[in-house]
């Protein structure tokens, strides 16, 4: 089985793609993470990152096939999360596909509005030290400051402030909605109200994808 979750930022897609892959032992193939991975050791990678260019499509297409092949060799049982974005990336993964003789089974898409999504991103700090995660919200530190790992100050990153979220969202409405148009006429799309407790969500999905077979 072959799925891709998508979402905007802060629906929660990492949350629920981990949930998902542990429930129906699926590889959980997080293309940005396996880019900042990359990044650590072939510096061009690195600078484009910093630099805020996307590393060109097929490229990432190529370190993913490499990525898999070391971690998943049946090329079996994965979800992708964060990749394809746009139409032009999920043209180019279904023809990578089809050379495994494989194909998307169903698409999982986290709805959030985008005052939600700005809601929960707002209110995102990362540690300026070892760069754990946190939420006031939904995952809030001990101590409201500083960070439980090392106690080091909790920052809200740039891209975590309202107008780069804003910059985010329109991405997600101008290019990654007619991609999902497109699955969703392709009888792939599962859509999941995203605004609920993680639990709720989860059980929603797990149904969902045990329905469809
Ligand atoms: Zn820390």
Redesign the pocket.
Known sequence: MILIISGPQGSGKGTQAKMIANEFNLFHMQSGEMLREIAKTEKRIGELQNQGILVPDKETIDYMDKYIKGNKPDFDDIIFDGYPRNIDQYNLMKTWLSSKNKKVNKVIYLQISDDEAIKRLSTRRT?K????LYNLITRPPINSES?N????KLIQRDDDKPDAIKKRLSFFHKLTEPMLKEMDAEKLLIKIDGERPVETIFQDIDSKIKNAG
């Open positions: 540690c030290n070892c760069g754990e960070c790992k090392c106690g080091s």
